[in-house]
């Protein structure tokens, strides 16, 4: 695709249960980066990958959240058993390589009730 | 570490007209970068400016520059000749510049308003 595709674009789920967000990046892209971005808020530094391996996973809140890019392509965010804290915008970015210019998706905005 | 501070939360200007939307930064690295961020309604964040910290020189875009003050640790950004597109939330943010390092923090960024 032309750009970052991020799916589903909403997603509402009910408190403890278990949800994934899915990333497709720019092809060719190696970089890939997920960002949370609360109401009101700038977006905040989730994990970072380089290929298929998460290079920094230092902003994941707690173990709840995982994730993974097995083909060093789509990369997919996942929340175990969610709280209503974790509704937020969640943002996806790639790059081409290392500090380059990050394009980001448009994010999954996940509301948890 | 490093953090972004936006201080003004909302500021509107005339179609046409210039604004000047203010970002300060505390770090004690010497390098690192520092960008700009449009994130219209449709929540995708766009690149607007980069500036790196050690060109002396700010940056310029077509209608969108950069006011650079490194030793008071202050980054401006200057949009001249409003256009009502460029209404939207813009976020300041900064990236270390050392090895390994990629991600980006923010300023919990400030919404402008173009008026006809």
């Known amino acids: 695709g032309a750009g970052v595709s991020q799916t589903p674009s909403n997603k509402v789920t009910e408190k403890g249960k278990y949800v994934e967000l899915r990333c497709d990046p720019i092809?060719?892209?190696?970089?890939l980066y997920w960002y949370r971005q609360s109401l009101g808020q700038g977006p905040e530094f989730l994990i970072y990958f380089q290929g298929t391996g998460a290079a920094d996973d230092s902003g994941l809140p707690n173990d709840r959240f995982f994730a993974v890019r097995p083909e060093g392509s789509v990369s997919t965010l996942k929340i175990q058993r969610t709280e209503r804290g974790d509704s937020a915008v969640y943002l996806c970015a790639s790059s081409p390589y290392l500090n380059t210019e990050a394009f980001f998706g448009q994010g999954t905005r996940l509301t948890v009730v | 570490a490093q953090t972004v501070t936006q201080s003004q939360p909302e500021m509107s200007v005339q179609e046409a007209e210039t604004v000047t939307l203010s970002c300060t930064y505390d770090t004690s690295e010497s390098d690192y970068y520092l960008f700009w961020y449009k994130q219209p309604p449709s929540r995708q964040m766009i690149l607007v400016i980069r500036q790196e910290a050690y060109k002396q020189q700010n940056a310029t875009e077509n209608r969108f520059s950069v006011n650079f003050q490194k030793a008071a640790k202050s980054f401006s950004l200057k949009i001249s000749d409003s256009q009502l597109g460029d209404a939207a939330m813009y976020f300041c943010a900064y990236r270390s510049a050392q090895g390994g390092s990629e991600k980006l923090v923010f300023g919990k960024g400030m919404k402008l308003t173009v008026n006809p």
């Open positions: 092809s060719g892209h190696t970089a």
